[in-house]
């Protein structure tokens, strides 16, 4: 019940945003409003779908594209060619075919450029298409130098293959007017025809913004390297005059786009997300030599091999704890003072009771973590990686979180909470961004042998199954702790089976000794917090998500090491052309941190 520090102090009624919940009995103007660790950031549990983002409302076209499809920008940056080229071990035939493949990109973009110049009655929008005109010619030039270098015979090699096709004719096609939506008739006015180059900069702005995101992102694996092979592609696409060019860019997308109407905004995103696919697409085709050790799941055979993906649930998969829901069903639903309560039904506490205890229970739970967590410290630093001592430590944390539960279930705070409210409420859950893709890609893949088991020390399993459900996720093997029922009405009584780390761990051992024995397991645990670092560390390969200080601080003080997800695996595919193994291997004492469910689906699907 870590999450009981997350409930103080509570503050009813809340304001917008609202939403409506619908029973036999009553309708529920329901908010859930929470302080996180360890910054106490206002966060909303559940949003009106129709309430505008503040992004919408803030920054232009350009950025708001960049934002709204990040995810694609990760999974380009983990597509195994930029991964081998980000190692340095890319093979020089794959760099060959991916230059001579980029000149007909670039020769596209020239054209594209001089098409929305044409199309533009701007004066100071017509000098900007024709310096970036210019800077691509320059970059063609480049291009001409590195396969002078590499003795590239560019007629042999530069026969367009079909995605390199692909994206240049939808571009193309784009500049000449054939956008999907518009009607060739409403482009002949030069009015018009402004559009058109918004529409031609929507398809160009995402390559350009990517490319500076690649370069920036590769430049890090430059530092303290002698001799890194593609070292001048990096640093072309990580300078400061191309950083300027994918500004320049997007400020001219954002000028042209300033009378647009909403439904012609629409279009232009669904250029861009087209363009940033195609890319994708690009880098995918590249003929790779040498093998990558991404995704994950590349070289699974599911005849020898199983794939079992573990998480955690509660600020894993969720924006907010599941216990602080519960608590907010509860003082929502509670009778006042002064209220009769039948006969038949389970007595509850009134209103002004109820929140009196559960903010005794938060504060007495937040004081005893932070001591519990303290205390965990005191121990002397490890100089190395010691998991033993890390157990027996980690068992005062036990310890604490099950006195804690005790403490919930004698005060009474759970009593009498509707099982079809819970439903509801795990129903509009909002769920981490990507964390549903993620699980429904793993359950739809009929190549995959792959398990999904989600650890939780959360009250209800009922909400759990409810929040996926409502998703379109099935066939998740839930473990979490269950809450009593008489006739749909909690009882206030726990049943206790994942209360601590100790017993995350033990369901973790136990799920993997009743798997067959005749294929071989390669697990996967996603966590965010102490709870999860037993689990975390047994697992081949432990990711955290998030940013818990308590985690780090305890896990650095047993030598545990934290290490970025992509510049890990950047070191791994090193390795692994030096020793023709990517083998992951479990309490090796290196957990990977991600910054979002994107990351590691890219990571562990890919694209």
Known sequence: MRSLLLLSPLRLPIPNPVFNFFNSNSIFRFQFRFYSRPSHYLRSAITPPTMASPIEESVGVARRCWINFKKESTFALYTPFVLCL??????????????????????AFVQGYEAAE?????????????????????ELKIHDAVLEEWGIDLVKECTINPATAKYTDFLLATASGKV?????????????????????????????????????????????????????????????GF????????????????????????????????????????????PLVQKAIIPLSKDHNPAEQRLTIFSDFDLTCTIVDSSAILAEIAIITAPKSDQNQPENQISRMSLADLKNAWGDLSKQYTEEYEQCIEKMLLTEKAEKFDYGRLCRTVEQLSDFEKRANSRVVESGVLKGLNLEDIKRAGQQLILQDGCTDFFQSIIRNENLNADIHVLSYCWCGDLIRSSFSSGGVDGLNIHANELMFQESLATGEIVKKVESPIDKVQAFSKILMNCHNDKKNLTVYIGDSVGDLLCLLEADVGIVLGSSSSLRRVGNNFGVSFVP??????????????????????????????????EIHAFVLGS
């Open 86 to 107: 980000a190692s340095g071990t890319l093979n020089i035939d794959t760099f060959r075919h991916y230059i001579a493949q980029d000149v007909h990109f670039l020769n």
């Open 118 to 138: 044409v199309c533009t009655d701007d004066d100071d929008a017509k000098v900007g298409i024709r310096e970036l005109r210019k800077n691509i010619v320059n």
């Open 180 to 240: 999907e939506g518009v009607k060739a008739a409403k482009l002949a006015t030069p009015f018009e025809k402004t559009k058109l180059a918004a529409y031609t900069l929507g398809a160009m702005t995402p390559c350009m913004r990517l490319y500076a995101y690649i370069g920036k992102e590769l430049q890090v694996f430059l530092e303290g390297e002698k001799n890194h092979p593609y070292e001048k592609w990096i640093d072309s696409y990580a300078s400061e």
């Open 243 to 286: 950083q300027a060019s994918a500004i320049q860019t997007e400020d001219l997308l954002d000028k042209l786009s300033v009378t647009l109407t909403g439904e012609e905004l629409a279009i232009i995103e669904k250029l861009y997300h087209q363009a940033m696919k195609l890319e994708i697409q690009f880098f995918l085709a590249q």
């Open 565 to 598: 997800l992509f510049p890990g695996v950047v070191q791994k595919q090193k390795m692994y052309a030096g020793s023709d193994s990517s083998s992951w291997m479990g309490l090796s004492g290196v957990l990977y941190t991600a910054s979002s469910w994107a």
